[in-house]
């Protein structure tokens, strides 16, 4: 699906839209490969790269030989029209025993190449901080952009310095650097005192969150170097995780400067993680309030980010993990938070399910991709609306280095359009988390702002805390918020708003394993009075009747039923 001038409607101009992710499985096993090639042939276009891997820190020419497995595919990439293209499957490391006895093709390093924990400890993870680590990583890229030649590169999200690892790294290397840094004169012991105390506020704790992100991006900025020493056109691109957890980096943008290098080149950030299986559905809602805050921040970093990559994660694989159809869900959710492309996993060489179930996946997705494609273009021209969790300034300064409220959850569950603080919003909710982070220059800004309170609202809104709080938030807005839905149904609802004001779509998202009857969304400054819906079952979208709302800029979209577990999308233009 393209637009007037011909390009495509879902994805940056020159960034694959939809990218499936192979495990080392297929490397070296041409005849398997070959199934999987056979199945695209079939359903031609449903995706547009392909991300093939290596084992762990491999030695260079153990490294070299095994890129050399797979950029043999390269043809039959290229019959299908699918990019070939590299994922580094480990950067810093993922915490493995490692008893410093070398596995054949392993590289080894030096003790003090090795991160070191708060208590002086080693932890299982590089310092990013090394140069023989640095080193290795500038060889590394060199070497996989050299044999393979890929379309895009895409560094794993190990690299980082928190989310489920240690909270940095206290090796004397990295202290050193972070005196210098900060003028200051700290020992591993009185840092560590310092940092991990229960002080409500404690401005190192922001300065220790800054220097990780710049730990980070001198890491990353070795793969600009190798593309930049080859002359490669590689796409560069990192693979991020949680955005609410802020351990690593109160944001990822130091990392994507340097991935972007002095002629400062389009890269790529996929956020992710985690939500493996579909047997706790409200997961993803959950995962994707953390995307859509990567997604909004990206639109600040000056155009580098050309591609907001959704991670759909069915990792390690499991028996009856995802169907098909549960993916194409998900994959909707993050769209409409924000990514405006696409990374989906299924097949895993090592334990494979059978090449049939590869085939039915692919048959859905290519099914779906219109629907995608649609919705990804609504995104890429529009923020995230609704209301947002203020986030006080002094966020980073608090002891649990962490954005996330349950409230954000509880109130997406609940069918209120919830956004991000960093979508530009001017409608806010307080919690009680709120108010901790908050400093005196915070509620001078407030005071200008829509504002309600939920700090009251307890652990789920009850049907009647809801409706006050829908009310609540009419009347600050002066009845100018943009979408209300009255139903009591357990719903996500997501809006994208034109930089205008007016909104272009609205997708709907059923929590519930039962219809919804008849859906009544109220809606306010359309773009158009044309209201379309599709899903990811729908080739072409289906124009929805509406009705007068209570003024001339509002109209009422009536849904006769929603089924359980399925997403919609209505377009407020053809």
């Not at 310092?127 to 590394?140: A, G, K, T």
């Not at 310092?194 to 710049?214: G, H, M, T, V």
């Not at 209300?484 to 997501?494: E, G, N, T």
């Not at 034109?498 to 998202?509: I, N």
């Amino acid at each position: 699906m393209k637009d007037k001038s011909g390009k495509p409607l879902g994805g940056a101009d020159d960034w694959p839209f939809i990218v499936i992710r192979h495990t080392m499985g297929v490397n070296g096993r041409p005849d398997l490969f070959g199934q999987l090639v056979d199945c695209h042939r079939r359903h031609q276009g449903a995706c547009d790269e392909f991300w093939f891997a290596t084992g762990s820190r491999k030695t260079i020419p153990a490294l070299e030989k095994e890129c050399a497995t797979f950029a043999a595919y390269r043809p039959l990439c290229n019959e299908i029209g699918v990019i070939p293209s590299y994922q580094q499957g480990l950067t810093l490391g993922h915490g493995e025993a490692h008893d410093g006895t070398p596995k054949p093709g392993e590289q080894t390093f030096p003790e003090d190449a090795w991160q070191m924990g708060r208590d002086g400890e080693r932890i299982n993870f590089l310092c990013p901080r090394s140069p023989l680590v640095l080193d290795y990583e500038f060889n590394y890229a060199k070497t996989v952009l050299r044999v393979v030649n890929p379309g895009s590169y895409w560094i794993d999200d190990d690299l980082r310095l928190g989310v489920c690892k240690p909270h940095g790294c206290f090796c004397p290397r990295c202290i050193a650097a972070f005196n210098e840094k900060t003028g200051g004169n700290w020992t591993r012991e009185t840092l560590v005192e310092r940092l991990f105390s229960d002080s409500p506020r404690e401005p190192l704790r922001a300065a220790w969150i800054d220097f990780n992100a710049e730990s980070l991006a001198i890491y990353a900025a070795t793969v600009r170097e190798a593309a930049d020493a080859l002359g490669s056109p590689c796409r560069l691109a990192y693979q991020a995780v949680w955005s609410d957890t802020i351990y690593t980096a109160s944001s990822y943008r130091p990392l994507l400067e340097a991935l972007s290098g002095s002629s400062r080149k389009r890269v790529g950030i996929r956020p992710g993680a985690g939500f493996y299986t579909e047997a706790e559905p409200r997961g993803m809602v959950a995962k994707c309030l953390s995307v859509a805050r990567e997604a909004e921040r990206c639109r600040a970093y000056d155009g580098i980010v050309a591609s907001v990559c959704y991670e759909q994660e069915t990792y390690p694989r499991h028996v009856l993990h995802k169907s098909p159809g549960a993916i194409m869900t998900e994959c909707a959710l993050a769209l409409a938070s924000g990514c405006d492309s696409l990374s989906l996993y299924w097949f895993a060489g090592e334990a494979p399910e059978p090449v049939e179930e590869y085939d039915r996946f692919l048959r859905t997705l290519h099914r779906a991709r219109p629907y995608f494609e649609r919705l990804a273009a609504s995104t890429r021209k529009t923020r995230l609306g609704g209301v947002a969790r203020f986030i006080g300034s002094a966020a980073s300064e608090t002891p649990d280095f962490d954005l996330r409220d349950p409230m954000d959850f509880d109130l997406a569950c609940a069918g209120i359009p919830v956004t991000v603080a960093e979508s530009g919003t001017k409608v806010w909710y307080l919690t009680d988390k709120s108010r901790r982070e908050m400093t005196d220059a915070d509620k001078a800004v407030l005071a200008s702002s829509a504002v309600v309170d939920v700090a009251d609202m307890g652990k789920y809104p009850l049907a009647s805390r809801r409706t006050k709080l829908l009310d609540d938030l009419d009347a600050a807005t002066g009845g100018t918020f943009p979408v209300r839905v009255d139903a009591i149904r357990p719903l996500r609802i997501l809006l994208r708003v034109r930089e205008d004001g007016r909104l272009d779509s609205v997708t709907l998202l059923n929590l519930s394993i039962g219809g919804t009857d008849e859906l009544r969304v109220r809606i306010r400054r359309p773009v158009s009075r044309e209201v379309f819906m599709q899903t990811p079952t729908m080739a072409e979208p289906i124009a929805v009747e509406c009705e007068d709302g209570a003024s001339p800029e509002e109209l009422v979209v009536v849904i006769p039923d929603l089924p359980g577990w399925q997403i919609a999308t209505l377009f407020l233009a053809p």
